[in-house]
């Protein structure tokens, strides 16, 4: 009989980055706030994991991140307002970011990297397994990647991180994992991890994306973690640890994603995501589409 493992209740989400790579749009405002077609990108992220049954949200913010706090909190002027006009639409709108999820807030002083991120929410969190959702990754909600990595989880114990494969002269933009098969077929089990290698020292070409279900042992190691690539506190190097002794908190699996993936960390990505989502939405896809043809049949 499969062995039961604790519920997973608590999603925590890093969002203190500087968004350089949107410079100057995100000079005054959160890159987590550019929009992707009508919502705020970090709306999708929360929006995956109330869809997962993570209904508790810590956001681990920094400087000038208020808006996000403002975005998931209530504008009684606004739905007073939208009130008086009858506008009863845009009222379910505006209502629906603040009635989604219990947020929490914690502010990382220190940019000290993803791994120290995620130590930052060690009070909230407790002794429980939790997830980490990176914000410029968006994935599908037809494609529910987060919600197998915790019923993995609940089966297996440890922690789960989610792979993709990429190609072979990618695997140096991420974090990289060895892995061995298992019994189920997008489930393997890591053995060793290394953050962004050269194409030549990559143990596979199994990319780790960013969606995490930790053992909350991970914060014993983290505290004791040395900065590595980059002069930052890694969590890949946490994970590597965990994956080298499961005795300290369980193995480390991996959920091989072979869905739709939207990276809104790269400019040309961000674009190509908000095209993707516009053509697929029943209210503007089909005047967007027919226009879209008729500028590329132009433009070629």
């Excluded at 098969?181 to 997008?186: E, K, L, Q, R, V």
């Excluded at 962004?196 to 780790?208: C, F, G, L, V």
Aim: aromatic content about 6%; some cysteine.
């Amino acid at each position: 009989m499969t062995e039961s493992h604790p519920k997973i209740t608590k999603a925590v989400i890093p969002a203190a980055g500087l968004g350089t790579r949107f410079l100057p749009a995100t000079k005054a405002t959160p890159k987590e706030m550019l929009p992707v077609v009508d919502k705020p990108a970090i709306q999708y992220v929360v929006e995956e994991a109330v869809a997962a049954g993570l209904n508790d949200v810590l956001m681990v913010t920094g400087r000038n991140k208020r808006p996000l706090e403002d975005h998931f909190d209530r504008n009684y002027e606004l739905e007073s307002a939208l009130e008086k006009k009858g506008d009863e639409s845009r009222l379910a709108r505006v209502r629906e970011s603040s009635d989604l999820a219990t947020m929490h807030y914690v502010r990382q002083g220190d940019p000290r990297g993803l791994g120290h991120a995620v130590l930052c929410a060690a009070p909230h969190v407790g002794r429980e397994p939790f997830a980490v959702l990176l914000g410029d990754d968006l994935i599908d909600p037809r494609d529910p990647l987060l919600s197998r990595m915790v019923d993995v989880q609940e089966q297996r114990g440890g922690s789960v991180i989610a792979l993709m494969e990429v190609a072979p002269e990618q695997i140096h933009l991420y974090g990289c994992a060895a892995v061995e098969a298992t019994g189920d077929g997008d489930v393997v089990k890591v053995t060793d991890l290394v953050e962004k290698p050269e194409t030549a020292d990559a143990p596979s070409n199994y990319a780790i994306i960013g969606r995490y279900v930790l053992d909350p042992h991970i914060f014993d190691v983290l505290r004791t973690t040395e900065p590595g690539r980059g002069g930052e506190i890694q969590l890949t190097d946490a994970l590597q640890q965990l994956a080298a002794d499961e005795k300290v908190a369980g193995p480390v699996h991996g959920v091989v994603f072979q869905g739709r993936r939207y990276d809104t960390g790269d400019r040309g990505d961000y674009l190509r995501a908000i095209v993707r989502l516009a053509c697929e939405r029943e209210d503007l896809g089909p005047d967007f589409k027919a226009w879209l043809r008729s500028y590329v049949t132009e433009e070629m």
